[in-house]
């Protein structure tokens, strides 16, 4: 493993931001502040600096915080890079768009880490056409970051594919490594009864979705297959935590079905109280869908309800399909993407069995406690590091 070198960590980090992406880098930059010196440069609202555990953040302010900020955050953090560049060793990169750096300063070895498809979900999300200026802007951005870095990690094969094909990735220097959890704090042993407590809902039964409110993440399938569920189970009640552009047309249509009374909107939950929500659940949810080409990733929602030994059923698409799909039910349950018919389907009959519900949980559990834990990810992400920074050397002593 890879140790006490001086590496910028460079993308969204928490609290100022919420996703995936940011409880990533995180968890990364915790577990590797075991061993190296962090920097996290990241951007939000206001300018500050502070110290999180052994983790230094340096975030920078944006100059229009309310409108779209893929270029506002490439020229902050780079800039904020570029500042730290002589005590720095390696860059690390979560995003095209933060990899700035590496065009500025082309001493230092860059890696790159590949979470989406940035120019497929900045259409899915219908803030640019396909084969318009902005996208084929983008996309040339995509592609000078590829070939810039000095090596690439993409969180699932779908991600790893399309690096390769569609953005000319070397395949030698491409590297796939999924999401990783926190095991000790999503943990079975955590009790939930609080959370019970505060919405009232002592024994009934609960399902649980985490993530925004966004299109791709599939909200509505999970409301629309309550009205399926309730007929079985009238008490059952969804938790939704989290928030998003769809907050309110979901509000709307839980009326519509009228199914508010099943329904509970939670809004945004730090990463220290998340654990308590999976713990009072009895079922995960996680119905993403394809937009625009876009599936989900190695969802951090699925790992971290697996790692809390809830069974989790999840739409058959990207690093979900990757994860749980062949394990014949073992660890997870998939439906058919969108259909809310097949996902109520397979939730009920988890209802109608616990000890199958146990069981699942249990074998999530072992599952990701033998494959996706942070230390695991760190000790392959170090091998990257390593060979990044043997490549930039190799590249330098050849020019």
């Not at 995509?142 to 000095?150: C, L, N």
């Not at 939950?269 to 869908?289: C, G, L, T």
């Not at 062949?326 to 009959?349: P, Q, T």
């Amino acid at each position: 493993m890879i140790k006490w070198k001086k590496i910028a960590m460079i993308g969204a980090y928490p609290p100022a931001h919420s996703g995936g992406v940011a409880t990533h880098i995180y968890e990364l930059s915790k577990e590797l502040s075991k061993y190296n010196m962090i920097k996290v440069i990241t951007t939000d609202r206001e300018e500050k600096c502070w110290n999180d555990s052994q983790v230094q953040i340096h975030q920078e302010q944006l100059w229009y915080p309310h409108r779209y900020t893929t270029l506002q955050n490439m020229f902050q953090t780079t800039k904020r890079a570029y500042l730290l560049r002589k005590n720095t060793d390696l860059c690390h990169a979560h995003g095209f768009f933060y990899s700035g750096i590496g065009f500025l300063d082309k001493q230092k070895p860059i890696v790159l880490t590949v979470h989406g498809y940035a120019s497929l979900e900045t259409v899915s999300r219908g803030r640019i056409k396909p084969n318009s200026i902005q996208f084929k802007f983008m996309r040339w951005i995509e592609k000078k970051a590829v070939e810039r870095a000095d090596a690439i990690i993409a969180v699932d094969k779908r991600i790893y594919d399309w690096i390769i094909n569609e953005l000319n990735g070397d395949t030698e220097k491409v590297f796939h490594i999924p999401n990783g959890v926190d095991i000790e704090k999503f943990h079975p042993d955590l009790n939930g009864s609080k959370i019970r407590g505060e919405y009232h809902l002592e024994s009934k039964p609960l399902i649980l979705f985490v993530k925004a409110l966004s299109p791709k993440n599939g909200p509505s399938v999970a409301v629309k297959a309550m009205k399926e569920i309730i007929k079985v189970y009238p008490e059952a009640t969804l938790l939704i935590v989290g928030d998003g552009s769809l907050k309110g047309k979901l509000l709307n249509f839980t009326k519509e079905l009228k199914i508010e009374k099943n329904i509970i909107f939670c809004g945004m939950k730090s990463n220290n109280e998340a654990p308590y929500y999976y713990a009072a659940s009895d079922i995960i949810v996680v119905p993403s869908v394809r937009i625009a080409g876009v599936e989900e990733a190695t969802s951090i929602t699925m790992l971290e309800g697996m790692a809390s030994g809830k069974p989790v059923v999840a739409s058959n698409i990207g690093g979900l399909k990757e994860i749980i799909g062949g394990s014949d039910d073992r660890i997870g349950v998939l439906f058919d993407e969108g259909d809310h018919k097949d996902m109520a389907e397979k939730v009920i009959h988890l209802l109608d069995n616990k000890s199958v519900r146990t069981e699942i949980g249990k074998n999530a559990r072992e599952y990701v406690g033998s494959k996706h834990t942070w230390e695991k990810v760190v000790e392959e992400i170090s091998k990257v590091y390593q060979y990044a920074l043997d490549t930039h050397k190799n590249r330098g002593s050849l020019n």
